[in-house]
């Protein structure tokens, strides 16, 4: 089943598709499993008809996209002889006549189906077409973060509660920290993202506790990010492609921290961040 948490990427996409394409309703879900998806997140619709509906993999406009893994259309839905009909009585009930469904495909698994649709029977044309492709890939790709959130944090966990002190397993440690890190910006649910930084800062303090400084040392979060790219070696470049940032943020950031942590050079500032708690 997918988490209530997924829903939060599902509604921002429909927002943001209603808005782009002048699509008068949208709506979608994701799949319980590998052939079925739940209409759960609606947008523009004036009757509940299609809400908690059940779609199956070559069932309707949307079960043909997800059992092609393809966008699929129609221009008059009750008419048309390239579907199956089991959904009729819903898609009647709230006025839909031209329909397009688009699947949500991440690593090559559909998860889900985004629908748009108009209550006049019109070809649909490019526009709209590029507008839904382009909801679900945002849908995509924030899936595709979460999935790796959630490996990365189960890495980061069995890390944290059976840390090892050989310098193989404390790179590992580094790296998944680095790794978490760089996703949080990208993670749209506060509960999740919640959850990385606090994995992230038991990450940060496995190796034992802070060394006793004279003052307390905070660092923006960016600042961190940076100082953990640099502690892999990451040139300022390197750093801004990983994060997203451009180069003249980075060096920004980077001597910002290097200030803050009273280092002078990049080895410095690594070692006064982890000295501090900030780095494991």
Known sequence: MPEPVDAVEMQAALLRLR?????PVVFGGLLS????ARIAELNGAQTSALRGLVISAGSGLGGKAIALSRPCAVTDYASSRH????YDAAVAAEGLRSVVAVP???????RGVLYGALR???TLGDRTFD????????????LAVRDEVRQLLAAGRAQVTDPDATPGVWEDVREAHRELRSLVP???DP?????LLEVCGRLASAAGPKVPAAREVRLAPREVDVVACVAAGATNAAAAQRLGLRPETVKGYLRSAMRKLGAHTRLEAVVAARRAGLLP
Not at 19 to 23: K, M, N, P, V, Y
Not at 33 to 36: G, V
Request: net charge positive; glycine share 2%.
């Open 120 to 122: 006049t029977p019109v």
């Open 83 to 86: 579907i199956s009909h089991e």
């Open 191 to 195: 509960a999740l993202r919640d959850e």
């Open 131 to 142: 507008a839904m492709v382009a909801a679900a890939r945002d849908v995509e790709q924030s």
């Open 19 to 23: 808005r782009t394409s002048g699509l």
């Open 33 to 36: 499993d590998a052939r079925h």
């Open 104 to 110: 949500v495909v991440v690593r090559r698994a559909v």
């Open 186 to 188: 990208r993670v749209v």
